[in-house]
């Protein structure tokens, strides 16, 4: 079985909340006009083979949730087990392979300054 490999940098934008899916081990939640004060959950410090455990069902519900909230992403972070920390800073999109997804559309493209 190979590992999951992730091509873009899939950001899904909602009313309140932006999730960046960063990459395989990350996942940055910024209320919407706080892009520098956010938390990222993550598997930095899981042991192997815990993705299939947790991380891949917690990485899904955020991916297909409708209108997801800060609240909801603890919530589940909670049920399966995944780690987060505050996040203070800027991502750099620079020259990276991004996906916007927002309701029913999505832009693919690289991110530049």
């Known amino acids: 079985m190979g590992r999951f490999k992730q091509k873009y940098i899939i950001i899904r934008q909602f009313e309140k909340l932006s999730i960046v899916f960063w990459d395989a081990h990350s996942i940055y939640v910024f209320p919407n006009g706080?892009?520098?004060?956010?938390?990222?959950?993550?598997?930095?410090?899981?042991?192997?083979?815990s993705y299939s455990s947790g991380w891949r069902q917690f990485r899904l519900q955020l991916l297909?949730?409708?209108?997801?909230?800060?609240?909801y992403c603890c919530r589940m972070a909670g049920r399966y087990e995944v780690l987060s920390s505050g996040h203070?800073?800027?991502?750099?999109?620079?020259?990276?392979?991004i996906e916007i997804r927002y309701s029913n559309w999505r832009i693919k493209g690289i991110g530049a300054k």
């Open 34 to 49: 706080f892009e520098k004060f956010g938390y990222v959950f993550h598997n930095w410090y899981a042991p192997i083979g």
């Open 88 to 97: 203070v800073g800027v991502l750099d999109f620079n020259k990276k392979l």
């Open 64 to 71: 297909r949730s409708k209108a997801p909230d800060f609240n």
